[in-house]
């Protein structure tokens, strides 16, 4: 399967605990995006990468969130001392980016279903 | 911050019915994403569009960038199109992330 992976597919922790989500993006995708999903809405974005370099963060939703990717290739999300209002679905996201066009089709993963007891 | 609406939220409708969801947003953009979201949460891209009309299948996106609105129909439903259709736009800004409707929940009855 060549399309975008994520891991775990599903997360139960004790609230206060630390989690980490894995994505791993379509191969030659240098571009790589995080978002947020409660039941009954939409996706939130929360960060997004250009190859390794984290080009906003501003969105994500605390200090307690953030996000790497270390080698360009695939990203790690983590949450801190995790609460209940952050059980949700946790989608990744590849595109290719090509000569600073905009309007670049997203491929989305799975997602990581969290419930924070 | 651009401002996504969709309408209707929720649509049942019997097989074969043209169906038409709509969505509405706040800024210009540089491009607006119909996406399909299965239960599981699998989220799948339809259609990317800036002006204009696209088809695929029975599936059919048009847009109006003047009016900042734009439709998406299914011709000939069938029960496997249920699903939540979500639009969602790139304005192009800084942050470059997509800016999400809520969904339309539609369901398809045979």
């Known amino acids: 399967d060549t399309g975008v992976s994520q891991d775990p597919r599903h997360k139960i922790t004790k609230r206060g605990q630390n989690v980490t989500f894995r994505c791993d993006p379509i191969?030659?995708?240098?571009?790589l995006y995080w978002y947020r999903q409660t039941l009954g809405q939409g996706p939130e974005f929360l960060t997004y990468?250009?190859?390794?370099?984290?080009?906003?963060k501003s969105r994500l939703l605390s200090d307690r969130f953030s996000a790497e990717r270390p080698k360009g290739s695939f990203s790690t999300l983590e949450i801190q001392r995790t609460e209940q209002g952050d059980s949700a679905m946790y989608l990744c996201?590849?595109?290719?980016?090509?000569?600073?066009?905009?309007?670049?089709?997203?491929?989305f993963g799975p997602g990581t279903r969290l419930l924070v007891l | 911050k651009n401002e996504v609406e969709q309408s209707p939220q929720n649509l049942t409708a019997q097989e074969g019915e043209f169906i038409t969801i709509n969505c509405s947003y706040s800024?210009?953009?540089?491009?607006l994403h119909w996406l399909q979201q299965h239960p599981g949460g699998g989220i799948v891209s339809l259609f990317m569009?800036?002006?204009g009309k696209k088809k695929h299948g029975r599936l059919i996106a048009t847009i109006n960038i003047q009016e900042k609105h734009s439709s998406l129909h299914i011709t000939a439903s069938h029960p496997r199109d249920s699903a939540v259709y979500i639009c969602?736009?790139?304005?192009?800004?800084?942050?470059?992330?997509?800016?999400f409707g809520k969904g339309t929940h539609l369901i398809i009855q045979p």
């Open positions: 996201a590849s595109s290719l980016l090509r000569d600073g066009r905009r309007g670049k089709t997203q491929y």
């Open positions: 191969s030659e995708h240098n571009r």
């Open positions: 990468f250009q190859n390794e370099a984290q080009l906003e």
């Open positions: 800024v210009g953009i540089s491009a």
């Open positions: 569009l800036s002006s």
């Open positions: 969602a736009v790139d304005s192009g800004g800084g942050a470059d992330g997509l800016t």
